[in-house]
């Protein structure tokens, strides 16, 4: 027997829940499958437990793509005030942590059962611990999809089945495997908004500092982010980190400024004016986390009085704070990130509807296209907004 509804939807994720409660809302039959044996996982353990839902400062340049325009228009037609509605209709109290980063005051609970209640007062339907076997396109058009709870067919298709990272929250390689089997390019993945790792020897230098964490500006190539970074075990992580790791590639140099906005030199020639018999050990001391400062004249710096410093070697030491070069080994992969980068590519997906140029009836949307966001609410708000554009749509 095949169940027939309007809309299937495979993955019941931040992305996959907005589009079933925007299309059922509109009167379509929706139903969406999930094959983990609850919705909103990744939302639930986001932002800490109290989930940073969205950002209310986000443009398309917070998003990274090879198409860097795709997602302009989604992002248009619903923004973060239109998501800041839906959380105020369902009175959940938020506030702004950083950076135009909201977050719930108690509990990303509240989002995912905000999402539910949605789905269920427009009578879109979920099924959980369904596992999708395969998808067939059908003569009569339309898509059939086999799961371990029967056979469901639709005329419409949305793939909301996300990245790779978190492979124990339901992460599945699926939306690209199936986007490969319509005649989709998948651009190639990798971790994204991840903490780098270390080897040899500033992995050692550094290990038994794990748990130190200072403001910083880390730079890769053209891009910068100032932040918090922590050091771990493993090597570096901590916003900063995590927002560079997306724009660093292996091999490729990474800077850190270790007194972010204020001029390294300066300081240094004012330590040397007011305190010329201290050393420089200690004079960092004072700027940065101690031990962290401590190290860093074991290893990087020469320590000695501030008075015994001439220009040139105070300009070296200040270019070493300016730019301090860590080589990261690689970063902690899938098993810690919070997105994937690349995915689906985006050229083949029309940017009105996320409906696939190469399939008709076929959606695409959320984390599994080729488009990434910062740290900070911005890939909730692209999947919020996503969703409800393939949501209105089909
Ligand atoms: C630890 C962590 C914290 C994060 N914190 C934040 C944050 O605070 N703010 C923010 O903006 N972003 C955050 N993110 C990123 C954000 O969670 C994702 O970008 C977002 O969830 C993507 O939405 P999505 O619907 O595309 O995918 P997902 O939310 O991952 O949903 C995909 C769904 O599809 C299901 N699925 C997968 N394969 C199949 C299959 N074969 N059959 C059926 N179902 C399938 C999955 O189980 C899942 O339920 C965080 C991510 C992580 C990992």
């Known amino acids: 027997m095949v169940f027939t509804h309007d ?13 079933a409660a925007t299309a059922a809302g509109n009167g379509r039959n929706v139903l969406v499958i999930e094959h983990a044996n609850r919705v909103g996982k990744k939302i639930l353990m986001s932002g800490g437990g109290r989930c940073n839902f969205t950002n209310t400062g986000t443009t398309p340049a917070n998003y990274l793509s090879s198409n860097p325009h795709f997602c302009r228009s989604a992002l248009a037609r619903y923004t973060p005030r239109d998501f800041i509605d839906l959380v105020e209709k369902h009175r959940i109290a938020y506030h702004e942590k950083e950076l135009g980063q909201l977050f719930c005051d108690d509990s990303s609970k509240q989002i995912v059962a905000m999402l539910l209640a949605e789905c269920a007062q427009a009578g879109a339907r979920i099924a959980t611990s369904c596992s999708v076997d395969r998808v067939q396109q059908q003569d009569t058009g339309g898509y059939a999809v086999h799961t371990s709870q029967g ?16 492979p124990s929250m339901g992460a599945s390689g699926f939306g690209f495997a199936l986007a490969k089997q319509f ?5 190639p993945t990798r971790a994204g908004l991840v903490p780098l790792t270390l080897s040899g020897r500033p992995q050692e230098q550094l290990a038994d500092l794990a748990g130190v964490a200072l403001p910083v500006r ?12 922590l050091v771990t075990h493993r090597g570096i992580s901590g916003p900063a980190i995590l927002q560079i790791s997306s724009y660093w590639q292996p091999g490729q140099p990474l800077h850190l400024d270790l007194l972010p906005g204020r001029d390294a030199l300066e300081v240094l020639q004012q330590q040397r004016t007011e305190r010329p018999a201290a050393e420089l050990k200690t004079v960092l001391s004072d700027l940065l986390p101690r031990r962290f400062a401590l190290r860093l004249c074991e290893h990087w710096l020469p320590n000695r009085p501030m008075k015994q410093f001439n220009e040139p070697q105070l300009r070296q030491a200040a270019d070493l704070l300016r730019a301090w070069p860590l080589v990261a080994s ?21 940017q009105a509807t996320f409906e696939s140029k190469r399939a008709p009836g076929l959606h695409f949307i ?10 900070g609410g911005y890939n909730f708000q692209w999947a ?5 554009a393939a949501g209105m749509a089909v």
């Open 218 to 229: 880390a730079t890769s190539g053209k891009t910068a982010f100032e932040n918090a970074m």
């Open 366 to 375: 959320g984390e599994v296209l080729d488009v990434t966001g910062w740290l």
């Open 151 to 166: 056979v469901f067919s639709a005329p419409s298709l949305v793939i909301a089945s996300g990245g790779l990272s978190i």
């Open 183 to 187: 005649g989709h390019t998948v651009l």
């Open 7 to 19: 809309v299937l939807v495979i993955g019941g994720g931040a992305a996959g829940l907005m589009c």
């Open 384 to 388: 919020w907004a996503s969703g409800h």
């Open 330 to 350: 690689g970063t902690e992969g899938y098993r810690t990130a919070e997105v994937t980068l690349g995915g689906v590519e985006t050229r083949e997906i029309s």
